[in-house]
């Protein structure tokens, strides 16, 4: 066989090379490695022999060419024959192309049309919706077909199929490919003996790529199924490349021009690596390379932290997180979060005021993998093949995003008991014992995130994920209040009310400063990616009513750390073609910047003692929320608040609490608000009253109570006794519990005397009501003790207990031990 470079037989071979890869990408054959090297040593040496196994001989050419055109993103020039390497996807998924886009030859059921189309489009579980998990096709229909209208000349160089998302396998196993630049006349695709039929599913999940063998430039593409398994259904993208045209208002109004100097790649583990490493080394003065742990794997769950002062935490300086890829196959925020380290790193050289400003006054921690072990699954088959769920959860079979201790029923059985705050605080919810056991139950993930989300006070903090295109806001998890609960309302039912958060507005503000910046997240006119848009066209949306989950880590940060934490779902596609990022940057870029610089919004301080000493762990309460913060080791707190006027009150241990009031403006910054408390006595009653089993103390009497001294009572004996200030008093004298009986007798006889006398001297002529006004006297309740008017003697001759016996305690028994049981 003569291979020499210009022959007819190497320009036969290229053709035949071309075309088989196309053919058996469409059948997915195996790439064992010993063929590969076997192809490898007759490809070079040019001893190519002439009888070979036809199977083995594609398979051959398929992987060695894989291998050459592994990284090939334009067009190739082998020999002067184009190779051409896939165009991207023209956005069947993320929903670029449009519904109006797509026409059909017939529907089953209204809830698959044309709409429904979209590879990984996932169906709802209400059938009378529009929803469903695929295009299907009417059965008694014959000739069934699917049109794209991709309005502009397109180079059309493949399409991926997938089956319906249902519990039933229904799939289209072959098809045809037909093209027109009219809609009328149409060109099925031909192989050069015969029409070209593709290869589809042989499974409802997994996609399936066709690559045609030279590119075909149409505006039109139809997908003609010929046989499939059980309905006749299919979900798509469809591959293809614009052709240039100058002239075309269309295009330009669509190009995106990047302005921002950023790797625009996707980053498998070593890659991610090698880049975060450069960042550290090209910032060092604001940048700190560092890890949260190790993931199932044993793979490093890496960190950047982007401060001025980087390892160390400035009093008053808050603390934000960004955090992506809880699910390994939701690639998109991974890479934002790697451009966003090169984009602050750049800008912070080149002295751009607004990110200086927000590098100098934020300690940023960014972690754009937390799930290294799923994402390398997803990357090995790439952005378009792999299917919906690969890679979303850990080696070990967690979604880490939902994997967080439950606190949210411990709070709320709490409250309907009536325990919060006084038993249970309504803040830094303890995890309950036994949960973080080694029983398998909670990822090493998670707890890498839970160690590293209670060592730092974060403020703020958001977690990127994809799969939608929206703002979600806690609570996560879903459970009716107590009185629907026993008004015995269902789930879903109108007059149902779910139990809410209590920084409702503040969340609400927080999810649409995002949304609002976003390039496209509030233009909902099409729906939502799966469904109906369920944002009401804001693009934020409460996740309790949207899709509940327990356990997620944004109701867990609220409940056991300061931390407010929201889910930012970045796109219907969550593992975009490479070609896309750019796209998707400019789309984030703003909304990133002015989600950060949300964290100083509210009120900031220090509580101190009166010596200037910080207090940690002081309770910092806004009046009017049922949500406490706390003060970190330097003292130091922020609380985020929306505009208005607060009443705040910071209480420690051992110091009495002090109220002040604190204004938020509309302002950029946050408002200082710090404090400085008084030590109280506090400390040394509650000792004192463990001593005596924490009950009320007797104190015995001594001296004489008809000496002449004043009667004392101990105000540290009943804390906050409506009876304090009321008692006579004497040096160590004590009253008995019989003698405040008489003395409750003798007060009960003088009123009586006083309503008889009254009753007795009230006649109509005025000068009977002038001469008892002037006799008896007026009441003074209201100025005068009410033992101020008792004459001494009285009080002495009917008093028969000697004062030396006398003992004095409260009449009423103060219990001082609570326990859950009580409620």
Same mark, same amino acid.
């Given at each position: 066989?003569?291979?020499?470079?210009?022959?007819?037989?190497?320009?036969?071979?290229?053709?035949?090379?071309?075309?088989?890869?196309?053919? *058996?990408?469409?059948?997915?054959?195996?790439?064992?490695?010993?063929?590969?090297?076997?192809?490898?040593?007759?490809?070079?040496?040019?001893?190519?022999?002439?009888?070979?196994?036809?199977?083995?001989?594609?398979? #051959?050419?398929?992987?060695?060419?894989?291998?050459?055109?592994?990284?090939?993103?334009?067009?190739?020039?082998?020999?002067?024959?184009?190779?051409?390497?896939?165009?991207?996807?023209?956005?069947?998924?993320?929903?670029?192309?449009?519904?109006?886009?797509?026409?059909?030859?017939?529907?089953?059921?209204?809830?698959?049309?044309?709409?429904?189309?979209?590879?990984?489009?996932?169906?709802?579980?209400?059938? /009378?919706?529009?929803?469903?998990?695929?295009?299907?096709?009417?059965?008694?229909?014959?000739?069934?077909?699917?049109?794209?209208?991709?309005?502009?000349?397109?180079?059309?160089?493949?399409?991926?199929?997938?089956?319906? /998302?249902?519990?039933?396998? /229904?799939?289209?196993?072959?098809?045809?490919?037909?093209?027109?630049?009219?809609?009328?006349?149409?060109?099925?695709?031909?192989?050069?003996?015969?029409? #070209?039929?593709?290869?589809?599913?042989? @499974?409802?999940?997994?996609?399936?790529?066709?690559?045609?063998?030279?590119?075909?430039?149409?505006?039109?593409?139809?997908?003609?199924?010929?046989?499939?398994?059980?309905? $006749?259904?299919?979900?798509?993208?469809?591959?293809?490349?614009?052709?240039?045209?100058?002239?075309?208002?269309?295009?330009?109004?669509?190009?995106?021009?990047?302005?921002? =100097?950023?790797?625009?790649?996707?980053?498998?583990?070593?890659?991610?690596?090698?880049?975060?490493?450069?960042?550290?080394?090209?910032?060092?003065?604001?940048?700190?390379? %560092?890890?949260?742990?190790?993931?199932?794997?044993?793979?490093?769950?890496?960190?950047?932290?982007?401060?001025?002062?980087?390892?160390?935490?400035?009093?008053?300086?808050?603390?934000?997180?960004?955090?992506?890829?809880?699910?390994?196959?939701?690639?998109?925020?991974?890479?934002?979060?790697?451009?966003?380290?090169?984009?602050?790193?750049?800008?912070?050289?080149?002295?751009?005021?607004?990110?200086?400003?927000?590098?100098?006054?934020?300690?940023?921690?960014?972690?754009?993998?937390?799930?290294? @072990?799923?994402?390398?699954?997803?990357?090995?088959?790439?952005?378009?093949?792999?299917?919906?769920?690969?890679?979303?959860?850990?080696?070990?079979?967690?979604?880490?995003?939902?994997?967080?201790?439950?606190?949210?029923?411990?709070? #709320?059985?709490?409250?309907?008991?009536?325990?919060?705050?006084?038993?249970?605080?309504?803040?830094?919810?303890?995890?309950?014992?036994?949960?973080?056991?080694?029983?398998?139950?909670?990822?090493?993930?998670?707890?890498?995130? $839970?160690? #590293?989300?209670?060592?730092?006070?974060?403020?703020?903090?958001?977690?990127?994920?994809?799969?939608?295109?929206?703002?979600?806001?806690?609570? @996560?998890?879903?459970?009716?209040?107590?009185?629907?609960?026993?008004?015995? %309302?269902?789930?879903?039912?109108?007059?149902?009310?779910?139990?809410?958060?209590?920084?409702?507005?503040?969340?609400?503000?927080?999810?649409?400063?995002?949304?609002?910046?976003?390039?496209?997240?509030?233009?909902?006119?099409?729906?939502?990616?799966?469904?109906? /848009?369920?944002?009401?066209?804001?693009?934020?949306?409460?996740?309790?009513?949207?899709?509940?989950?327990?356990?997620?880590?944004?109701?867990?940060?609220?409940?056991?750390?300061?931390?407010?934490?929201?889910?930012?779902?970045?796109?219907?596609?969550?593992?975009?073609?490479?070609?896309?990022?750019?796209?998707?940057?400019?789309?984030?870029?703003?909304?990133?910047?002015?989600?950060?610089?949300?964290?100083?919004?509210?009120?900031?301080?220090?509580?101190?003692?009166?010596?200037?000493?910080?207090?940690?762990?002081?309770?910092?309460?806004?009046?009017?929320?049922?949500?406490?913060?706390?003060?970190?080791?330097?003292?130091?707190?922020?609380?985020?608040?929306?505009?208005?006027?607060?009443?705040?009150?910071?209480?420690?241990?051992?110091?009495?609490?002090?109220?002040?009031?604190?204004?938020?403006? *509309?302002?950029?910054?946050?408002?200082?608000?710090?404090?400085?408390?008084?030590?109280?006595?506090?400390?040394?009653?509650?000792?004192?009253?463990?001593?005596?089993?924490?009950?009320?103390?007797?104190?015995?009497?001594?001296?004489?109570?008809?000496?002449?001294?004043?009667?004392?009572?101990?105000?540290?004996?009943?804390?906050?006794?409506?009876?304090?200030?009321?008692?006579?008093?004497?040096?160590?004298? =004590?009253?008995?519990?019989?003698?405040?009986?008489?003395?409750?007798?003798?007060?009960?006889?003088?009123?009586?005397?006083?309503?008889?006398?009254?009753?007795?001297?009230?006649?109509?002529?005025?000068?009977?009501?002038?001469?008892?006004?002037?006799?008896?006297?007026?009441?003074?309740?209201?100025?005068?003790?009410?033992?101020?008017?008792?004459?001494?003697?009285?009080?002495?001759?009917?008093?028969?207990?000697?004062?030396?016996?006398?003992?004095?305690?409260?009449?009423? @028994?103060?219990?001082?031990?609570?326990?859950?049981?009580?409620?």
């Amino acid at each position: 066989m003569n291979l020499s470079l210009g022959s007819s037989e190497y320009e036969t071979f290229l053709r035949t090379f071309c075309k088989t890869l196309a053919v *058996f990408k469409s059948l997915q054959m195996p790439n064992p490695a010993k063929i590969l090297l076997q192809f490898h040593s007759w490809f070079f040496s040019k001893e190519i022999p002439n009888v070979l196994p036809a199977y083995e001989t594609h398979a #051959w050419m398929y992987l060695y060419f894989n291998i050459l055109c592994e990284h090939v993103v334009h067009i190739m020039f082998l020999s002067g024959l184009r190779c051409v390497s896939v165009c991207p996807p023209l956005g069947m998924e993320s929903h670029r192309i449009e519904n109006d886009q797509l026409l059909t030859s017939s529907v089953y059921q209204h809830r698959y049309g044309s709409h429904r189309a979209r590879l990984n489009i996932q169906a709802s579980g209400d059938e /009378d919706d529009m929803n469903g998990g695929a295009w299907c096709a009417n059965p008694e229909e014959k000739i069934n077909w699917i049109e794209l209208d991709a309005r502009t000349l397109t180079e059309f160089t493949g399409i991926i199929t997938q089956g319906r /998302d249902d519990p039933i396998d /229904d799939y289209v196993s072959s098809y045809y490919v037909a093209f027109s630049n009219d809609s009328r006349e149409w060109t099925v695709l031909h192989d050069g003996y015969a029409e #070209w039929l593709f290869f589809g599913n042989s @499974d409802k999940n997994t996609p399936v790529l066709s690559q045609f063998m030279e590119p075909v430039v149409a505006r039109y593409i139809r997908i003609l199924p010929q046989t499939w398994n059980g309905t $006749m259904c299919m979900r798509m993208e469809v591959l293809g490349c614009p052709v240039p045209d100058h002239l075309s208002q269309y295009q330009s109004q669509n190009e995106v021009m990047h302005r921002d =100097d950023l790797d625009y790649t996707h980053h498998n583990y070593l890659d991610m690596e090698k880049l975060m490493k450069s960042i550290s080394d090209e910032c060092p003065n604001i940048s700190r390379f %560092y890890s949260l742990g190790k993931s199932f794997k044993g793979l490093e769950i890496y960190a950047m932290e982007i401060s001025d002062n980087p390892g160390m935490h400035e009093t008053g300086e808050p603390e934000f997180r960004y955090t992506a890829g809880y699910h390994g196959n939701e690639a998109l925020g991974r890479e934002l979060l790697l451009m966003l380290m090169q984009y602050l790193c750049k800008e912070y050289k080149d002295g751009n005021p607004r990110v200086r400003h927000l590098v100098d006054e934020t300690r940023i921690h960014l972690v754009p993998s937390v799930n290294p @072990d799923g994402h390398m699954k997803a990357f090995e088959k790439g952005s378009e093949l792999g299917s919906w769920t690969l890679g979303h959860w850990t080696e070990d079979g967690h979604d880490i995003f939902q994997n967080f201790p439950d606190l949210n029923n411990i709070l #709320w059985d709490a409250e309907d008991k009536g325990m919060v705050p006084k038993l249970i605080s309504n803040h830094h919810v303890p995890i309950p014992e036994g949960v973080l056991s080694s029983n398998g139950s909670v990822a090493v993930e998670t707890l890498a995130l $839970m160690s #590293w989300m209670e060592s730092h006070p974060f403020v703020l903090g958001a977690n990127l994920q994809g799969g939608e295109r929206l703002v979600t806001y806690p609570f @996560d998890m879903r459970r009716l209040t107590k009185e629907s609960e026993e008004e015995g %309302y269902g789930e879903g039912e109108p007059e149902e009310e779910i139990r809410m958060i209590e920084d409702q507005s503040l969340f609400r503000w927080l999810a649409i400063s995002y949304a609002s910046t976003h390039h496209t997240m509030t233009q909902t006119h099409q729906g939502g990616c799966h469904t109906d /848009d369920p944002t009401g066209g804001m693009g934020i949306v409460n996740r309790a009513k949207w899709k509940p989950i327990p356990g997620s880590m944004n109701d867990f940060s609220y409940l056991h750390t300061n931390c407010f934490e929201l889910s930012i779902f970045l796109g219907c596609d969550k593992f975009p073609h490479q070609s896309e990022l750019i796209r998707e940057w400019e789309h984030n870029r703003e909304a990133l910047l002015t989600f950060m610089a949300q964290v100083h919004r509210g009120i900031k301080g220090v509580v101190r003692d009166k010596e200037g000493n910080p207090i940690s762990n002081a309770t910092v309460s806004v009046e009017g929320i049922n949500h406490d913060i706390r003060t970190g080791e330097s003292g130091d707190y922020w609380r985020l608040l929306n505009p208005g006027e607060y009443r705040v009150t910071a209480r420690a241990e051992g110091y009495s609490p002090f109220t002040r009031l604190c204004v938020v403006g *509309f302002d950029p910054g946050a408002t200082y608000c710090s404090f400085d408390l008084n030590k109280s006595n506090w400390d040394r009653i509650k000792q004192i009253m463990a001593l005596h089993g924490n009950r009320p103390i007797r104190l015995l009497s001594s001296g004489n109570r008809g000496s002449g001294h004043r009667y004392t009572y101990s105000r540290n004996q009943i804390p906050n006794s409506k009876f304090n200030n009321q008692f006579p008093n004497s040096n160590g004298g =004590d009253m008995s519990k019989a003698r405040l009986r008489q003395l409750r007798i003798m007060r009960i006889r003088r009123l009586r005397q006083q309503r008889l006398l009254a009753r007795n001297t009230t006649t109509p002529p005025p000068t009977t009501t002038t001469t008892i006004t002037t006799t008896v006297p007026p009441t003074t309740e209201s100025t005068t003790p009410w033992y101020g008017s008792w004459p001494l003697g009285e009080f002495f001759e009917e008093n028969t207990t000697s004062p030396e016996e006398t003992e004095l305690t409260d009449s009423l @028994d103060y219990n001082y031990n609570y326990t859950t049981d009580d409620y």
